[in-house]
């Protein structure tokens, strides 16, 4: 198994975001190590979407600072904000596979629009991680005839087929059975010792997480709650944590004046509009 160093590869600080008036993250500090599984765990709304869309530079932080391998991405200009995206890969939930294009066309769609290599070479390569997610000989099959399973494994042959340095996914063994989660848990561990990459995963799934994780960093209302290993987050005394971990429901206090001021829409105190 491949061990995790103190390198970072991802390393953020003071991160502050808003869609909107609404503050989703509010002062994270958060960083990943080289050639580790880093999971991101909280409840609906925790804010783990939003911290994962600020990785990949898909929306700018109000403050705070993001290092992916070693740059500043709100910084990046045109040209290495491309080469930067030919280090990540990405898994998304659904596959997002292109129901027009064959299982080999979309495993070999960024080797097409990134890199100048050969058809010839690109099917090899393709082919080459069809083998690694164990899905050697179906690269002729469209998406409409894979299972659930399948289409989790082809979405990531896609996502590392340019051995990305760094992999996100998004809830990777969500809707599938426990035999296909726990073979896709392992495929995770396997991607990460064979290409040496570091692996970031949103999930809900505790089995999954305390299987996979080298480290797991709990979001709760845009704030980090705790990161720690699985041993150190299953002995938290946190409540909150240990509610995360146990799905138990808290009881909200409810406070007279924001109750109000969410029904109108007014300060209560200063009797002027939000």
Not at 25 to 31: A, C, S, T, W
């Amino acid at each position: 198994m491949s061990e995790a160093t103190d390198e970072l590869v991802i390393e953020v600080k003071g991160l502050v975001a808003h869609y909107g008036k609404r503050k989703i993250l509010d002062g994270i500090d958060f960083d990943v190590r080289a050639d580790e599984i880093m999971v991101i765990m909280g409840g609906s709304g925790s804010g783990k979407s939003t911290l994962v869309r600020q990785l990949l530079s898909l929306d700018r932080p109000t403050s705070g600072t993001i290092h992916v391998l070693g740059k500043e991405i709100a910084k990046l200009g045109t040209v290495e904000r491309g080469e930067f995206y030919k280090d990540i890969g990405v898994a998304f939930q659904s596959g997002a596979l292109f129901s027009s294009m064959s299982v080999g066309e979309n495993i070999m769609l960024p080797l097409t629009e990134h890199t100048k290599l050969d058809e010839q070479t690109q099917e090899i390569m393709m082919r080459m991680k069809l083998e690694v997610v164990d899905l050697a000989g179906f690269e002729d099959l469209m998406p409409a005839e894979l299972s659930g399973g399948m289409t989790k494994r082809a979405a990531l042959a896609r996502a590392v087929v340019m051995d990305p340095k760094i992999l996100f996914c998004d809830e990777p063994s969500a809707g599938l059975d426990p035999v296909v989660s726990a073979a896709i848990d392992d495929l995770l561990l396997r991607l990460r010792d064979a290409l040496q990459m570091s692996i970031v995963v949103v999930t809900h799934e505790l089995e999954s997480a305390f299987k996979i994780a080298d480290r797991i960093t709990i979001l709760d209302e845009g704030k980090v709650l705790m990161t720690g290993t699985v041993d150190e987050i299953k002995d938290s005394d946190n409540e909150r944590i240990q509610n995360i971990l146990h799905r138990r429901i808290e009881e909200e206090t409810l406070d007279p004046d924001a109750y109000l001021e969410r029904l109108t829409g007014i300060d209560v105190k200063a009797g002027a509009p939000l």
